[in-house]
């Protein structure tokens, strides 16, 4: 054989393994996976609304959950709780991505989030150590880094690979991105610790509207095994969480919590307000959207 044709061959064989390797590495096997996130930037933050800032009701929040929240939810439903809601109940549960401040959802022309680091660094009172206004970061802050790094490498998957692919990022490509947000020192040690901030992982219906109560409503919501605040303030028990899973995302802490800023999908409704703007904006039925999403979320 012409050693040149040769060389090639075993150059292109050289290549074939080592992507191969990088494919190994990844975890996931999945096409969609991008290994390779050093392109990835982190965003910032935008300031969160809250904690319990006043602008909904316990009956508000409540109306929310059965209109837009609730399995039996549809985007008719969730469209004319929006059309009479109030102005300022629905600014703080649904703000834009582009705001200067996110409320329980923030987001963008084609979905939303929970709004977990805003959450968070309300519940650990470090709003002020925020990127955003100045400070050096906060647990919010790597929260958010660690959610984007995700979302980056993922962000091709499909809903039923997406959650296959975010396991395998946190453990690899994203890990860099994980790990301050697991770590014992720094400005996410105390999450652990923070009963309030569990409230801030919402995994499914119940602790979603806890999480809503504790930042657009008018008194601090219960731990999310504790049952939120639901029809007018009483508590139905809540759903437990999943009492310290090992963490494949962000982190939640020990009172567990699936969840997360997962990005919602099918059914649901549509708010085209999302806190006064007047995009059309993708606002999806939570409960559907769980099962692809909340993996990247989970916490020891």
Avoid at 18 to 45: D, I, Q, W, Y
Avoid at 269 to 286: E, M, N, P, T
Wanted: glycine share 14%.
């Amino acid at each position: 054989m012409n050693p040149k044709y040769l060389a090639l061959g075993m150059a292109a064989f050289g290549l074939f393994s080592a992507a191969k390797e990088a494919r190994a590495a990844c975890g996931s096997g999945l096409s969609c996976e991008m290994c390779n996130v050093s392109g990835f930037t982190p965003s910032t933050m935008a300031a969160p609304i809250g904690p319990t800032s006043t602008d909904c009701t316990d009956q508000d929040i409540a109306d929310f959950d059965t209109a837009c929240l609730a399995t039996s939810a549809t985007q008719q439903t969730c469209s004319t709780w929006e059309s009479s809601a109030s102005k300022s109940c629905l600014g703080c549960l649904v703000t834009q991505d582009t705001a200067s401040s996110w409320g329980f959802l923030h987001c963008s022309s084609t979905g939303c989030q929970l709004n977990v680091q805003g959450c968070v660094d309300e519940a650990l009172g470090q709003v002020s150590q925020e990127k955003q206004a100045g400070g050096s970061g906060s647990c919010g802050d790597l929260i958010n880094a660690s959610y984007g790094c995700q979302e980056y490498a993922c962000s091709t998957c499909s809903t039923t690979d997406f959650a296959n692919c975010a396991n395998s990022a946190v453990a690899n490509e994203c890990a860099s991105y994980v790990a301050p947000v697991e770590s014992t020192t720094g400005a996410c040690s105390t999450l652990n610790n923070n009963t309030q901030a569990q409230t801030c992982f919402a995994q499914d219906e119940q602790t979603e509207i806890a999480m809503a109560t504790y930042m657009c409503g008018g008194g601090v919501a219960p731990p999310p095994d504790a049952g939120p605040p639901v029809d007018g303030g009483t508590s139905d028990g809540g759903t437990k969480s999943d009492a310290g899973s090992k963490t494949d995302a962000g982190k939640s802490g020990d009172a567990g919590g699936d969840a997360g800023s997962g990005t919602f999908g099918k059914g649901g409704c549509h708010c085209d307000v999302a806190g006064g703007g007047g995009d059309s904006l993708a606002f999806f039925g939570v409960i559907a959207a769980f099962a692809a999403t909340l993996v990247r979320r989970k916490k020891r």
